[in-house]
């Protein structure tokens, strides 16, 4: 198992950046692949970026790319969120998740963190 804890969220004006960082128990980080996503006000939890194993491999939702770079430390155990060029769209509790060489679906979550970008 391992057990994710998210940091590094705040209030921002717009254009701002933000860098957010995901801790993570155990011994065995390099087995899970890594993704952060997002939950808004009355909206869905929405998927942000994500990281394979290694961290050759990302992947990005649309309204982040470009903006955005997810990245991880094997050796610290963490991964990290790179938020750049902030819209007040990005306003949303933003969590990371892990999942396991034989997950199909994200099965480990923090607790997550807000981050809020004023126009």
């Known amino acids: 198992q391992v057990q994710l804890v998210e940091s590094g969220g705040g209030l921002v004006q717009a254009g701002g950046s933000l860098r957010l960082s995901c801790a993570a128990s155990?011994?065995?980080?390099?087995?899970?692949?890594m993704a952060w996503f997002r939950q808004a006000p009355g909206k869905e939890r929405e998927f942000v970026a994500d990281?394979?194993?290694?961290?050759?491999?990302?992947s990005y939702a649309d309204s982040v790319k470009g903006r955005f770079t997810i990245s991880r430390d094997n050796a610290q155990n963490t991964v990290t969120l790179q938020m750049n060029s902030l819209k007040p769209e990005d306003t949303a509790v933003y969590s990371c998740?892990?999942?396991?060489?034989?997950?199909?679906?994200?099965?480990?979550w923090g607790q997550g963190t807000q981050v809020t970008v004023s126009s």
């Open positions: 155990g011994r065995t980080f390099s087995s899970y692949a």
């Open positions: 990281i394979s194993r290694g961290g050759g491999i990302t």
């Open positions: 998740a892990a999942r396991s060489i034989s997950g199909v679906e994200y099965g480990y």
